[in-house]
């Protein structure tokens, strides 16, 4: 293999919020700097926008997974405001809770307004990709598919932004089998798969899981929904009976933790996703290992996923595997949080840019290791474990994690990297209802007319969340 010095070679896997946000970052670097370097962006999808594209309206079950879990009637679960890039919003007009068009055509404007779409390479599939070298010098060999043929490419840096919703997490419980077997109409299937509740009419069902697709498809369709540990994204429907966590599957029913039994016809798990790249795991760079390991019992020439969780990485983001150089590979849009993904994604890539840039700026890896492990150490003191609790931030903290890592990328820059308003989004409790409202007025035009700037859109969620509230106590 030869290897031209004087040319460094990046590769982004994913053109999704993730990889466009790493994408522009780089290209915001001093052109003097990045002029000779080669920055590919792999996307195995025909066009950008990675969970936002509508392809499988009818996927199938359960041969293949779908490019997306998308189904046609979303709408999303936050402000649109809290899903933008920094400097760049919405167009004016554009509802509150947006549908999946309104995202797709926001996230390919971004990628033609920055000019982003000749480094992206579409329907090209990352097939594997192993590290040639030592824990000091290498390159990574990238093969990929494109049009059925095979091709290999050498990267200095490996970035991964190919998202997290393709692997779902299919739990099962005792006696399963044979509750499905008191049947022909019964089934349990993933929210992966689900597209809407024509499939579901006249059919009683059990939705599994209290995040943000549990959530909507439950208020959309579902009469039930058990009530889960995990953080509820958004308001539930008095409609809907809330249940306990299973217990175990009965020939007539499924029991719950509390003994109660009820018996339905379909159960959809909305019970997330795992954390796995096969491209990494094909190459030896990533190893699937058992969810009671920890890195205390690992040494640490690869990184590991127990399907939750990948480590070791720091701040989620930098691979502290020792084969290669800490700034080799790198993640961003791994974590999942109470706010938009646009304005994370640009905090890690800044991060990770800076790495590549300087990499004097980084500590060792035995001291980023040390990092790591002090912030497990936090979480544990909550009583959580971080191989359970994974890439999920907590409460509150999402901001302030930000707000590090530029600080950590840029060292002497004063000022915060998430403003204020983008902090105040948070407060607005009412501001679901109150846009639910404005559409059953049909008030739409009235509020939205001459918002455009991020100030504007922050002031009409204020403004929404009071009027929602003063309302409630009359």
């Not at 999303?76 to 405001?81: G, K, L, W």
């Not at 000019?115 to 594997?128: A, D």
């Not at 840039?357 to 980084?362: C, N």
Request: glycine share 6%; hydrophobic share 45%; net charge negative.
């Amino acid at each position: 293999m030869v290897i031209d010095a004087t040319l460094k070679a990046v590769a982004i896997v994913g053109a999704g919020t993730a990889g466009l946000a790493m994408m522009k970052t780089l290209l915001d670097l001093p052109e003097a700097q990045r002029r000779s370097w080669n920055i590919v962006v792999f996307d195995r999808q025909s066009e950008v926008g990675g969970f936002w594209p509508l392809y499988d309206e009818q996927p199938a079950k359960p041969l293949n997974l779908p490019l997306s879990p998308l189904y046609s009637h979303l709408v999303t679960n936050v402000p649109i405001p809290m899903m933008t890039y920094p400097d760049f919003p919405f167009p004016s007009g554009t509802p509150l809770f947006a549908n999946h068009r309104h995202c797709l055509a926001y996230f390919k404007r971004y990628a033609s307004h920055y000019r982003l779409e000749p480094y992206i390479s579409l329907n090209s599939e990352v097939i594997s990709a192993s590290w040639v070298g030592n824990s000091t010098n290498g390159q990574w060999e990238v093969s990929y598919e494109q049009a059925g043929t095979r091709h290999v490419q050498f990267f200095d840096h490996l970035i991964v932004a190919a998202g997290v919703n393709h692997f779902p997490i299919v739990s099962s419980w005792p006696g399963q089998e044979l509750w499905l077997q008191g049947s022909l109409y019964r089934s349990v299937t993933h929210a992966v798969w689900y597209r809407g509740p024509a499939s579901f009419a006249g059919k009683r069902v059990l939705v599994i899981g209290g995040a943000a697709s549990g959530i909507d498809i439950a208020n959309r369709h579902l009469p039930l929904l058990p009530s889960t540990p995990d953080p509820i994204y958004g308001a539930i429907s008095s409609k809907v009976q809330r249940k306990p966590a299973v217990s175990h599957f009965v020939a007539n029913g499924i029991v719950f933790v509390d003994n109660t039994v009820i018996d339905v016809d379909v159960v959809v798990l909305a019970t997330g996703y795992e954390k796995r790249v096969p491209f990494l795991e094909a190459g030896k760079a990533l190893q699937v290992v058992d969810a009671q390991i920890t890195i205390d019992d690992l040494h640490c020439r690869t990184l590991f996923t127990n399907r939750r969780y990948i480590f070791p990485l720091y701040k989620h983001t930098l691979s502290l595997a020792d084969a290669y150089p800490v700034n080799a590979l790198a993640f961003v849009g791994l974590n999942t949080a109470k706010v938009g993904n646009a304005m994370l994604d640009i905090a890690q890539s800044i991060f990770i840019a800076q790495s590549i840039l300087h990499p004097d700026l980084l500590p060792s890896r035995e001291k980023l290791l040390s990092a790591l492990a002090a912030d497990e150490h936090v979480l544990r003191e909550q009583g959580l474990d971080p191989y359970v609790q994974g890439h999920t931030l907590l409460d509150g903290v999402a901001d302030d994690y930000q707000d590090e890592l530029v600080a950590l990328a840029q060292p002497g820059i004063c000022g915060p990297f998430v403003l204020k308003w983008r902090r105040d989004l948070m407060k607005w409790i009412h501001v679901r209802a109150a846009w639910k409202r404005v559409e059953k007025l049909g008030n739409e035009d009235t509020w939205l007319k001459g918002v455009e700037t991020e100030e504007e859109w922050a002031k009409l969620i204020c403004d929404l969340d009071v009027w929602e509230a003063v309302d409630c106590k009359l």
